[in-house]
T-cell receptor, first 115, second 112 residues
């Protein structure tokens, strides 16, 4: 079974530029998550989708971050404009139904450096 | 509020030593408890989990027991190997919305 795919793996941009990340979850997984992991910290949930609807985006900085999952499969996360403090690894995860006790499967992440 | 406190690293052990990584949490409701591991250059992987009080999760020689009375989920292994070198994350999963709260991670290095 293929795992969660993410691209690009690395991205370097200057502040105030825009950037987009892509995620393709495990086939059949209805729930998709985006996390931000700043160096030395644990991952922090940014947004959770159930199929193509948003379940939780309470920690997403909506003035600059946006995410979509239009067809309920793959997803994109965008930052516009980027700030220095956005430098982090952006992780995508998926799970079958999004219920408690269920394992989330993580992709390899996209490492973003904002200069 | 919801939070998780994880033993600070880095931790360095000799091969075959006993490992304990402490994890305590505060949560609204009755969470499921997970340990995830991140090997060098790789993504997060599930190590083990427990979904109710007194359950013991185990995998690859690692164990952790869900202790509701002390709100803890300490990770243990009797004899570590060099290949166990990684960063370990404790992650309670809230009963509402199944959101994870990750600890800061504990870096483990096992030397031969």
């Amino acid at each position: 079974e293929a795992g969660v795919a993410q691209s690009p793996r690395y991205k370097i941009i200057e502040k105030r530029q825009s950037v987009a990340f892509w995620c393709n979850p495990i086939s059949g997984h209805a729930t998709l998550y985006w996390y931000q992991q700043i160096l030395g910290q644990g991952p922090k949930l940014l947004i959770q989708f159930q199929n193509n609807g948003v379940v939780d985006d309470s920690q997403l900085p909506k003035d600059r971050f946006s995410a979509e999952r239009l067809k309920g499969v793959d997803s994109t996360l965008k930052i516009q404009p980027a700030k220095l403090e956005d430098s982090a690894v952006y992780l995508c995860a998926s799970s079958t139904r999004g219920v408690m006790g269920e394992t989330q499967y993580f992709g390899p992440g996209t490492r973003l450096l904002v200069l | 509020g919801n939070s998780v406190t994880q033993m600070e690293g880095p931790v360095t052990l000799s091969e075959e030593a006993f490992l304990t990584i402490n994890c305590t949490y505060t949560a609204t409701g009755y969470p499921s408890l997970f340990w995830y591991v991140q090997y060098p250059g790789e993504g997060l992987q599930l190590l083990l989990k427990a979904t109710k009080a007194d359950d013991k999760g185990s995998n690859k020689g690692f164990e952790a027991t869900y202790r509701k009375e002390t709100t803890s989920f300490h990770l243990e292994k009797g004899s570590v190997q060099v290949s166990d070198s990684a960063v370990y994350f404790c992650a309670p999963q809230l009963p509402t919305g199944n959101q994870f709260y990750f600890g800061t991670g504990t870096s483990l290095t096992v030397i031969p």
